[in-house]
């Protein structure tokens, strides 16, 4: 494709770009402006008095913990997923996309109603760990953290799946049977050949899920109340109960940056990753 | 032809019809104006049912006017207000207390005054505001809402949600009784730690796990959506402790520079009179605040209403949201 045409074809993105530099850019620099400003103009007394917090750090540590964990759970539960997705055939393949992409249209609030009751004391959880005795008694995992870590999970795990079966599908099956017939264990040839090779994959469904994972707002208020707070709910809180733009503008930057932080990290990962292999 | 002009059609006689004709169909739009006149009221979109079922037909027909509701949150009105301060096309709001003092701090109100809305005189104490700013036309009242089926007896007080026994298994609402003595209200609050189960901004979710029985009580629960999800046939029911109740924020205004004042007046007195509370106090299971209504079956007849010093809230809220954030937290 020579120059000329490849700079033709740029126009094509004029509409999205558009639309995002009215609907996106410009409320966001709108947003970093507010966070900056003062009673007497340009000011980073917002930050300074954010970090001076000790209940800042500990919001932020709440947001990054909860992400963690979700991202860590969806990781564990989904790469086994999309493997199986990746090596089924036929009507297995189709199902497990269907099972997979199906819950994706069914919103987020009432994907929590739902979870508020498996969470309860007399939900499937306490009840199944009852019954195998890993539990003396029922207890309640709803507004708690291991609660939330376990419903964020459940509606981000779609994310994960993704990208790593779409890695995966394209490894050749023939290399792990190599690796087989040269005396290689499952272990070696997982550790060495499919990892390795799925790593593209796992680092862009830790980012999805990550990203999705520290920013999330309606989970949080339904699965846990507003007595923990996270970067995401004191925002929404500081705009929503206290009126107070500052705060808000502020903690809403500082998630941008480990957001934005998050995605470039990953950027960075991804290309390392590709050119070691 | 002129058997015609003998009975009267002559040139000057339909040159007069059609004149008068005329003058009728230009004249007819003021008069239809005159006879119904708009009155555009801002509120809650939860007060339209028993705006349209219960007071405009009755004020429409009263009054020879027609009244158009206009359904939102509090905010919006105020925001309505704001952007049509120099020409105002609402005359009557319906809001929250607390909106009502950032309206009053506009200046975008006009005083309620007995002259005017003779109603007044009958008004309970304690239901009008900031000098006759605002008055509530109504009293939905927090009390406690329980699980019967957990709970066979109504809890009498509200220290009954500190009992150990029920660890995990109240719900509050950031609220303290005694809201003018903070330090000592957060430090009885910090003692339902162990038994709040969590602190609820959706009511829904919170008559949810209630009448699933994951909590036993809603310390602080709207009279208006208890009642009813107990004529739905839910598990619970609401109480009145003995300690008293408290009110929740019901308030009528006057738009200032409103359009058709004098029926923006009429519409406040009717609100505040006893045929319109009386027929609106138990749909909305609220509280009369017309002394001549008598309170509706199924109400506490005796609690004590402990009124809220809205200005105080409003001057203190964002303080008592970080301090709830920073030691109520889990």
């Not at chain 2, 020409?87 to 309620?112: C, F, H, N, T, W």
């Not at chain 2, 406690?144 to 298994?169: C, H, M, Q």
């Not at chain 2, 007046?265 to 027929?279: I, M, S």
Request: charged fraction near 15%.
């Amino acid at each position: 494709m020579s120059g000329a045409r490849l700079d033709r074809m740029i126009w094509l993105a004029l509409p999205a770009v558009a639309y995002l530099a009215v609907v996106y850019a410009l409320p966001l620099l709108w947003l970093l402006g507010r966070s900056v400003t003062g009673p007497d103009g340009f000011t980073i007394a917002q930050f300074t008095a954010f970090f001076a917090d000790p209940f800042s750090w500990r919001v932020m540590g709440n947001t990054l913990r909860i992400a963690f964990w979700v991202t860590l759970l969806s990781l564990v539960i989904g790469y086994p997923v999309a493997i199986a997705m990746a090596r089924a055939r036929g009507l297995m393949q189709v199902m497990l996309l269907v099972a997979m992409i199906l819950p994706l249209s069914i919103g987020v609030v009432v994907k929590a109603f739902a979870w508020q009751i498996v969470l309860r004391r007399d939900g499937v959880i306490s009840q199944g760990l009852v019954a195998i005795g890993i539990w003396a008694e029922p207890q309640r995992l709803l507004f708690t953290e291991a609660g939330l870590i376990v419903g964020a999970t459940n509606v981000f795990l779609p994310f994960m799946i993704l990208p790593i079966y779409s890695v995966v599908k394209l490894i050749d099956p023939r290399l792990t049977e190599a690796g087989a017939t040269l005396g290689a264990s499952p272990f070696y040839r997982f550790r060495k050949i499919l990892l390795p090779l799925a790593l593209p994959g796992i680092v862009s469904g830790s980012a999805f899920v990550f990203s999705m994972a520290v920013s999330m707002f309606v989970i949080p208020s339904l699965l846990i109340g507003d007595r923990f707070q996270t970067l995401a709910t004191l925002t929404g809180r500081s705009y929503l109960l206290m009126r107070n733009e500052a705060l808000g503008s502020t903690t809403a930057v500082i998630l941008l940056v480990i957001a934005v932080s998050i995605v470039v990290l990953s950027t960075w990962l991804s290309k390392r990753v590709g050119r070691s292999l | 032809m002129a058997d015609i002009t003998k009975q009267g059609f002559d040139r000057r006689r339909l040159l007069i019809g059609t004149g008068a004709t005329g003058l009728s169909l230009i004249a007819m739009p003021s008069i239809l104006r005159a006879q119904t006149r708009e009155l555009v009221i801002g509120g809650a979109a939860s007060h339209k049912p028993w705006v349209e079922t219960h007071v405009a037909p009755m004020f429409e027909k009263k009054y020879n006017a027609r009244i158009t509701f206009e359904g939102t949150r509090s905010l919006v009105n105020l925001e309505k207000m704001q952007k049509n301060k120099d020409k105002p096309y609402l005359s009557v709001v319906q809001m929250d207390d607390p909106v009502m003092i950032l309206a009053v701090r506009e200046g975008l109100l006009e005083p309620i005054t007995a002259a005017k809305c003779p109603n007044v005189a009958k008004l309970k104490p304690g239901t009008m505001h900031m000098d006759g700013m605002w008055a509530n036309y109504l009293q939905p009242w927090q009390g406690i809402a329980y699980n019967t089926n957990v709970l066979k007896e109504p809890p009498a007080s509200w220290a009954d949600a500190f009992d150990p026994k029920f660890k995990g298994r109240i719900i509050g609402k950031p609220m303290a009784e005694a809201y003018k003595d903070i330090d000592a209200a957060f430090a009885k609050l910090k003692t339902l730690k162990a038994n709040l189960l969590t602190a609820y901004s959706q009511m829904p979710q919170a008559f949810s796990l209630l009448e699933q029985g994951e909590a036993h009580m809603i310390v602080g629960a709207l009279s208006s959506f208890g009642m009813q999800r107990r004529l739905d046939g839910a598990p619970i029911n609401m109480t009145a402790p003995k300690e008293g109740i408290f009110p929740v924020p019901s308030g009528i205004a006057l738009v200032k520079g409103s359009p058709n004042i004098d029926l923006a007046y009429a519409y406040v007195n009717e609100l505040l009179g006893a045929e319109v509370q009386a027929r609106i106090a138990p749909p909305t299971f609220a509280l009369p605040t017309n002394v001549d209504v008598p309170v509706p079956p199924g109400m506490p007849t005796n609690a004590t209403v402990h009124p809220i010093d809205w200005a105080f809230v409003a001057e203190n809220r964002n303080s008592w949201v970080q301090r709830w954030d920073r030691e109520m937290a889990i």
